[in-house]
């Protein structure tokens, strides 16, 4: 049986190399039902798939554990 996986965008402030990248991942993923993260360093576009809505608060406290500042939810459409 196929899950259903939501796609959510989000963007963070403060990333410049690819460990920063591992930090926000390795924290989001610890997120229950968090699939897979996805994070574009550049453009601080941060793509999460999940098996359930996930509580912004939540984001937001995992991005900022790793060090860096969530801006906010961002368009998935490029």
Do not use: N
């Amino acid at each position: 049986m196929l899950r259903t996986m939501i796609e959510h965008g989000y963007t963070v402030s403060g990333m410049s190399c690819g460990h920063c990248a591992q930090s926000v991942t390795e924290e989001l993923t610890a997120l229950p039902g968090v699939a897979e993260v996805d994070v574009d360093v550049p453009t601080g576009r941060v793509t999460v798939r999940s098996e359930a809505a996930l509580a912004e608060d939540d984001v937001r406290a995992a991005v900022e554990e790793a060090g860096y500042t969530y801006e906010g939810t961002a368009s998935l459409i490029s």
